[in-house]
C-alpha cells in the first residue's frame, strides 16, 4: 500500500472543497487497485457528488437542516452549534473507496470526490490518500 497525506484549506465557513484533481495525481503512473480516502478529524467527511451545479451549497444546506447549528448539541465547546460538527461522519463517512484501473479513477461522468467541512473553527484539514493495489 502506498499512502499519502495532503492538507486541505477549509477557511473559516462551512466549505465542500473537490479533492479530485489531487486524489488523480495520486493514482497517476499506478496499475488497477484501489483509492481510499481518509479524513482523519472527528468534524470533517468525504463525500462523491458532482460539483459546479450548485450540488455543494445544496449539501451544505442540508447538513444545516438536518444537523442544524444551533445550541442543542450536548457537544459545547468551539462555535455554537459546534456539536452538530460531530455527529456529521456518522451522516458523511469521513471515507471513500473508489476503483483505479490503469491508474485512472473510476467515477461517474459528473462524479466528484470532496471534503465536506462543516466546522468554521478548524480552517486547516488533512486527508489521507492510499492506493491498494490489486494482486
Sequence with gaps: ??????????????????????????????????????????????????????????????VDELLPADDRWRHRHGSTGHGRDHVLPAVVAPYASVPVLQGQIMLGTWQSICLVDPNRDNPTRQVRFSFLPSS
Excluded at 465542500?16 to 468534524?43: C, K, M, N, S
Design 1 to 62: 500500500m502506498r499512502t499519502e497525506m495532503i492538507t486541505v484549506e477549509t477557511g473559516t465557513r462551512p466549505a465542500v472543497r473537490d479533492l479530485t484533481a489531487q486524489a488523480q495525481a495520486f493514482v497517476a503512473g499506478e496499475g488497477d487497485g484501489l483509492l481510499h480516502i481518509f479524513v482523519p478529524h472527528a468534524t470533517a467527511g468525504v463525500a462523491i457528488i458532482e460539483t459546479g451545479s450548485g450540488t455543494e451549497a445544496d449539501l451544505l444546506r442540508a
